[in-house]
């Protein structure tokens, strides 16, 4: 039998969507019968991730642990998480489980790292910025991680929840004055560190590609590079805790 790679989304929806149609345009295949088998649950129930972290909200770890049982028992062989925020409990769900969990953050990270980025904007949800999820791990490899200030991390995170809501126009307009602001200031490259970012900047990055890293499609490329060369050498090419 295949092997099936799990996908545990829903958070939200369309960054699943982005994440599914990223494994389809990153597959080699011509034709149907060639792509990668996946099993998406994506259940949007989920409590908002932000909301607990920064207001002790509902906690979403037990609906993400039924999201991820649902998968492990569907028989699939290695699981995803488009979402960063939700990475924040990563650890926890790694104990729920005795197969492969491709970390997003840590996929992003490689790719920064392997391609000797010295300084990068991280754009995210507040909950990923402070918890310093990326900011931490890209320290430890001499990695200069900028973040927003305050108020232009209160706009960023009205832009995203601006897009979950459907309102796509003021997305844009909320979160293109701060990428243009660090432009002129010299930065030119940007971590999508949130799944609904790549959505919100679809227009710049299309113009820009270099100038933006996918959180996203990292992840979703070592879910490929899993499922094209199988579990032994994608542990041994996987980078370590400390990333050198």
């Given at each position: 039998?295949?092997?099936?790679?799990g996908?545990?989304?829903?958070?939200?929806?369309?960054?699943?969507?982005?994440?599914?149609?990223?494994?389809?345009?990153?597959?080699?295949?011509?034709?149907?019968?060639?792509h990668?088998?996946?099993?998406?649950?994506?259940?949007?129930?989920?409590?908002?991730?932000?909301?607990?972290?920064?207001?002790d909200?509902?906690?979403?770890?037990?609906?993400?642990?039924?999201?991820?049982?649902l998968?492990?028992?569907?028989?699939?062989?290695?699981i995803?998480?488009?979402?960063?925020?939700?990475?924040?409990?990563?650890?926890?769900?790694?104990?729920?489980?005795?197969?492969?969990?491709?970390?997003?953050?840590?996929?992003?990270?490689?790719?920064?790292?392997?391609?000797?980025?010295?300084?990068?904007?991280?754009?995210?949800?507040?909950?990923?910025?402070?918890?310093?999820?990326?900011?931490?791990?890209?320290?430890?490899n001499?990695?200069?991680c900028?973040?927003?200030?305050?108020?232009?991390?209160?706009?960023?995170?009205?832009?995203?929840?601006?897009?979950?809501?459907?309102?796509?126009?003021?997305?844009?307009e909320?979160?293109?004055?701060?990428?243009?602001?660090?432009?002129?200031d010299?930065?030119n490259?940007?971590?999508?560190?949130?799944?609904?970012?790549?959505?919100?900047?679809?227009?710049?990055?299309?113009?820009?590609?270099?100038?933006?890293?996918?959180?996203?499609?990292?992840?979703?490329?070592?879910?490929?590079?899993w499922?094209?060369?199988?579990?032994?050498?994608?542990?041994k090419?996987?980078?370590?805790?400390?990333?050198?």
């Amino acid at each position: 039998m295949k092997k099936i790679l799990g996908m545990l989304g829903g958070m939200g929806p369309g960054a699943t969507a982005d994440a599914f149609y990223k494994l389809i345009n990153n597959t080699k295949a011509s034709k149907d019968q060639e792509h990668i088998p996946v099993i998406i649950v994506s259940i949007p129930d989920i409590p908002d991730r932000t909301e607990n972290i920064i207001y002790d909200g509902p906690s979403p770890l037990p609906a993400m642990i039924n999201s991820l049982k649902l998968l492990e028992n569907a028989g699939v062989s290695c699981i995803v998480m488009p979402c960063n925020t939700a990475h924040y409990w990563y650890e926890d769900l790694m104990k729920e489980v005795k197969i492969p969990f491709i970390s997003i953050i840590d996929a992003a990270c490689k790719n920064i790292i392997s391609n000797k980025i010295r300084k990068v904007a991280l754009l995210a949800t507040t909950a990923t910025i402070r918890t310093k999820l990326y900011q931490e791990k890209l320290s430890l490899n001499n990695v200069e991680c900028i973040v927003p200030d305050e108020i232009n991390q209160y706009k960023i995170m009205q832009s995203i929840i601006a897009y979950k809501a459907g309102d796509i126009d003021k997305a844009k307009e909320l979160i293109y004055p701060y990428i243009n602001m660090l432009k002129s200031d010299g930065v030119n490259k940007f971590v999508m560190g949130c799944t609904e970012i790549p959505l919100i900047l679809d227009e710049v990055v299309n113009c820009s590609p270099d100038e933006f890293i996918d959180a996203t499609e990292a992840l979703i490329k070592e879910a490929i590079d899993w499922y094209n060369f199988g579990d032994e050498r994608f542990e041994k090419e996987m980078i370590n805790e400390n990333y050198q």
